[in-house]
């Protein structure tokens, strides 16, 4: 069997990691050719990978179970990389220049390097989002060619616990998969369920996880702020399970009776819900629980956002992920932030064409991972795979293209939420050493040629001035003698 072209990706989550492949189309639509599932709850929390071995062992069978559905050997997947220690930090950086420079791109990447250089203890940037240039008074977003004596890059770092970053990598690294692209999740997520008229007048997209709620806010078609909250849909079912019972059971009546605002006029305190045949909760302890744990989440999301943005989410909140499917839930957060356009995005703004359950329910679980799909514009296929008589899968020796890998890009060349893996990094730097060797060796050897012209003018001219101070002596001498 000839192998594919496809795509896949790999979203590692802190209930469940999630593999996708998916072809994109010629009309820019994805149709989804494999979805493999596997719990990660005893190896990941809050979105931070603490078990090594377990996470590598879980990504190998990802790949395994999808290369026997696809029937072709994967050699490469995109990766989405999100989690708790994730935060934004603004940061500026600010140059002096001549009066009337004209500002050049060199001077701007110039500011994104020395920005992407800076040092954050135990601290791992990740992506900086450009947010303006101050030119002199005035900001703009493309200063190049215009004239000042002072510029300043305003940059919004996406910061990431240096130990998380590398634990990432490293699971990757023992699982044997190479990493064709590493992409901020929330990035990835806000490409795929935001409209442009949303992040152009400003909005908050609120991604209501199992463990984690992360919040990123847009204005002008730039993202200004990003944060999460170690909270989710989870404490929710852990507050439930207080009322004696166990989380399995907590979770089965989080989804069949929670609801996110219940009028006190339509509480029946005479009303009780099962958990089982012979146990029973009263209907209102169970909505104080789950609305009370609720509004926490919600006052945290509106302390996240910025006071002076406020005002300027024209575009409302947006709610996904699994914990939006939550009935009333836009009206537990018109309550709470007083902001009145709400809306819940329950699936991509890209076409997919799909026939796996868990695509075609629609309801904000899928959309992260779809969105690192979307992303992808490297084939991930190698050579078509078989089953032997024993249904062990056998690769087909065939000759395959060597995987598209890029080059080790430096800070200025890397695209808005895209990541450099560790080994990326390393080549970056590697790269940047070999640069800076060359630059020194060639300015020591200029220097040596300058030294050696200045020694040799100076012999000439010792040489000079001994002939001119012999003439002068034989001159006078004949000048003496005719005396």
């Not at 629609?362 to 992260?368: S, V």
Request: charged share 30%; proline share 2%; glycine share 6%.
């Amino acid at each position: 069997m000839a192998a594919k072209e496809f795509i896949v990706a790999i979203e590692l989550g802190s209930s469940k990691m999630t593999g996708i492949a998916g072809q994109k189309n010629l009309d820019g639509s994805i149709t989804v050719l494999g979805v493999v599932k596997e719990d990660s709850s005893s190896f990941i929390r809050k979105g931070y990978v603490y078990n090594i071995d377990k996470t590598a062992q879980c990504l190998t069978n990802i790949i395994k179970k999808l290369e026997n559905l696809l029937k072709t050997e994967i050699l490469q997947v995109y990766v989405g990389v999100g989690g708790q220690s994730i935060r934004s930090v603004r940061n500026v950086i600010a140059k002096d220049l001549p009066a009337d420079t004209r500002i050049t791109q060199d001077m701007i990447i110039e500011l994104m390097d020395a920005n992407r250089n800076m040092k954050y203890q135990d601290q791992e940037i990740l992506d900086a989002a450009v947010q303006e240039y101050k030119v002199d008074s005035q900001y703009q977003l493309d200063p190049v060619g215009i004239q000042a004596s002072h510029l300043e890059g305003n940059f919004l770092n996406i910061l990431q616990r240096t130990s998380f970053y590398r634990n990432l990598n490293k699971c990757f690294e023992v699982a044997g998969i190479n990493v064709a692209e590493m992409y901020l999740a929330p990035l990835a997520l806000a490409d795929a369920v935001l409209t442009e008229a949303e992040k152009r007048s400003g909005c908050a997209l609120v991604d209501i996880g199992s463990d984690t709620t992360t919040v990123s806010v847009y204005s002008k078609n730039i993202l200004r702020h990003l944060a999460v909250i170690p909270l989710g849909s989870n404490n929710i079912t852990k507050d439930i399970a207080t009322l004696q019972m166990e989380e399995c059971d907590a979770e089965k009546m989080k989804l069949k009776y929670a609801s996110a605002y219940t009028d006190n006029n339509d509480i029946d305190n005479n009303l009780k819900y099962s958990i089982d045949p012979e146990r029973q909760v009263e209907s209102r302890k169970f909505i104080e629980i789950v609305e009370g744990r609720l509004e926490e989440i919600i006052e945290n999301v509106w302390y996240q956002i910025p006071s002076d943005y406020y005002d300027k989410l024209l575009g409302g909140i947006i709610i996904t992920g699994g914990g939006s499917n939550m009935s009333n839930i836009e009206q537990a957060f018109m309550n709470h932030t007083h902001v009145d356009k709400i809306r819940t995005a329950k699936f991509v703004t890209h076409t997919i064409n799909a026939t796996q359950e868990d695509v075609k329910a629609k309801d904000g679980k899928m959309n992260t991972v779809l969105g690192l799909l979307a992303k992808g514009d490297m084939n991930c296929a190698g050579n078509a795979v078989s089953d032997d008589l024993f249904g062990n899968t056998k690769k087909e020796s065939t000759p395959h293209p060597a995987t598209d890998q890029r080059q080790a890009r430096q800070a200025s060349e890397i695209p808005a939420g895209v990541i450099r893996t560790e080994a990326e990094k390393q080549k970056a730097e590697e790269e940047r050493r070999r640069q800076q060797e060359e630059e020194d060796r060639a300015r020591q050897e200029e220097e040596r040629i300058k030294q050696e012209e200045e020694a040799r003018i100076r012999k000439e001219n010792s040489k000079w001035n001994k002939f001119k101070k012999g003439a002068l002596k034989f001159v006078k001498g004949m000048v003496e003698e005719e005396e």
